[in-house]
């Protein structure tokens, strides 16, 4: 069984706290209290905005659900289908083409290429596909 404690308010696993202040943090030079204290303040910050977007997902499933059982034993109709998720927003219009820009990108990630494909070098067929 999983044992928790508390750190900075938060109810941890264990595990993670083992792995999170025996590993992580000190090849990092972070002050654990630190870290459990930013970690619980990213929690305090987003989580009523998760929480949200979960029932906002739980609402759109329920109605998935009640609309699918509706229609138990009916052939499936594709435009009805597209037409009621549009409807309770699921779907959305595709929004217009959009550019997205970075700044301060290091080089090797922003001007070089890299690998495009791994493969397991010892599997010939693999290989050869890749090359």
Known sequence: MTTHEDRAGLSVAGELIALIEREVLPGLGLDA??????????FER????????LNRRDALQGQIDAWQRA???QPYDVSASEAFLREIGYLVEE??????TTEGV??????????QL?????????L????
């Not at 209290?33 to 990213?42: K, L, P, R, S, V």
């Not at 050869?128 to 090359?131: E, K, W, Y």
């Open 46 to 53: 987003f989580a009523p905005e998760n929480r949200a977007l």
């Open 95 to 100: 929004p217009q083409p959009f550019t997205i």
């Open 71 to 73: 229609r138990r034993g």
């Open 106 to 115: 290091d080089a090797e990630i922003a001007q070089m290429a890299g690998p």
């Open 33 to 42: 209290a630190a870290f459990w204290a930013g970690a619980t303040a990213i």
């Open 118 to 126: 791994v493969v397991p070098v010892l599997n010939a067929r693999f």
């Open 128 to 131: 050869l596909n890749a090359a």
